[in-house]
């Protein structure tokens, strides 16, 4: 019996002691971060009587006015990788915003990216947006008629949620972000749908993919789903790894002609079929990527109050 209570009293031990590095851990990194998001970003957007919402705003030379894009990052926090995307993105004649929505917090330490996307609340994430929306809605170089959102990981499942709640955003797209199915919900989408997925994704199973195709065809919205093969989650990396090609590069080709086709004049047209195929694809399978994502990401989504439904 004693034996029994020291393995017990051990095992205790150790994992308490895990526990709390852990917890020490996600406290340094946090530390360390301090003033990164003030030297990435350009711009201080007032947010009523909530801490202002530091962004990077990226635009083409000229008055305008210009198509906007709300640009979300990933479950990291804003990072130079969405910095570059947003630059290289403005050269198509955008304005593009990349807001942090974490409020100062970045990093690249997994437990830290687990806990602040946790412990945000989704309803502090959209009225950050808000404020962002409505601040570029009020600039002389902005075309508020034509505004899209768009995010990767974390940050697509956000700019779903927010293109639903939100009838200024013309147009959505998704990279690898929670999928919202039901189409009673994703009736409320005032314009057409991007979404981009990889085939081996062991957090997003294809069935989910097809879901999110089924409920936007059954919702009315015109809607472009693609599966890379051979792609894993968040395979869209730098912009240098972009201009390399392959499936990073025809990935954001395809981005570049989905909004240009939303914002033209003529408005969108599906312009390739959809490479929505289970061949050689993950099926559903549960491991930790795919449990994270489920009561990490999902579970944000969940916890949002769509507004006007």
Not at 227 to 256: C, D, M, P
Not at 288 to 294: A, E, I, P, S, Y
């Amino acid at each position: 019996m004693r034996k029994i209570i020291s393995i017990a009293s051990w095992t205790v031990g150790i994992i308490v002691g895990f526990v709390l590095v852990l917890v020490a851990s996600i406290v340094v990194d946090r530390a360390m971060a301090v003033g990164k998001v003030d030297n990435m970003t350009n711009t201080i957007i007032p947010n009523g009587t909530n801490p202002a919402v530091r962004a990077y705003v990226s635009k083409p030379d000229g008055e305008g006015p210009f198509p906007v894009v709300i640009m979300v990052h990933e479950w990291w926090g804003l990072k130079e990788e969405i910095i570059g995307k947003a630059d290289e993105l403005a050269k198509d004649g955008y304005v593009v915003i990349a807001p942090d929505v974490m409020r100062g917090n970045t990093t690249s330490w997994i437990p830290t990216a687990i806990y602040q996307v946790s412990s945000t609340p989704t309803t502090q994430i959209d009225s950050d947006i808000d404020s962002v929306l409505q601040w570029a809605t009020n600039q002389s170089f902005v075309d508020r008629n034509r505004i899209a959102i768009m995010g990767f990981c974390f940050g697509g499942g956000t700019a779903l949620r927010y293109g639903i709640q939100t009838p200024a955003i013309k147009a959505t797209a998704i990279f690898y972000g929670s999928a919202i199915t039901d189409p009673a919900i994703l009736k409320s989408l005032n314009g057409p749908v991007l979404g981009i997925f990889g085939a081996d994704d062991t957090m997003i199973p294809v069935s989910e993919v097809a879901a999110l195709e089924a409920g936007l065809t059954a919702a009315g919205i015109p809607n472009e789903i693609t599966i890379y093969e051979g792609e894993g989650h968040a395979f869209i990396t730098s912009v240098e790894e972009i201009k390399k090609g392959g499936n990073q590069g025809k990935a954001w080709q395809q981005l570049r002609t989905f909004l240009a086709s939303s914002f033209s004049a003529q408005g969108y047209t599906r312009v390739r079929p959809v490479a929505l195929t289970q061949q050689n694809a993950i099926q559903q399978v549960w491991n930790v990527d795919r449990l994270v994502h489920l009561y990490v990401c999902n579970q944000a989504t969940a916890r949002s109050a769509f507004r006007d439904q």
